[in-house]
């Protein structure tokens, strides 16, 4: 009898040990919904992860084409720089060519001296009278 009364007893004990570790199914069921919002919000997130990822590499690209623009830019105005210092070097050896060719056509001539006669004042007097 003593071990039919140990038996019974292990096996009260075993089932409520079993029965009192359990959760209730609306204990279970509200730890799915959460489970499930918790998943909606991870999804959420993550796709406007994604939606910033793109935006970003948009975004890269758009800086990268201006960058490329500017390169450009910059390559073209150092070609107007040195076409214009071309130029400019050009123009001095045409303006130093054409004060030669002045200087061979229209040379300068001395100054000659003109002799300007004086006027005797007796002589005007003698006219006069």
Known sequence: MR????????AMLVLGVA?????????AE????SADLADRHAGTAQARADEAYGVGNNALNVGN??????NKALSAA???QQKSDQNATEVAMLKRKVAL??????????????RHHKVLPHADK????
Do not use: W, Y
Request: with cysteine; proline share 2%.
């Open 101 to 114: 060719l002045e200087h061979k056509v229209f040379p300068k001539h001395k100054k000659r001296h003109l």
């Open 126 to 129: 003698a006219t006069n009278s």
């Open 3 to 10: 071990m039919i009364t140990a038996r019974m007893a292990a």
């Open 65 to 70: 084409n201006a960058l490329g623009t500017g």
């Open 30 to 33: 509200k730890a799915q919904q």
């Open 78 to 80: 150092q070609v107007a």
């Open 19 to 27: 029965l009192g570790g359990c959760a209730t199914r609306e204990d």
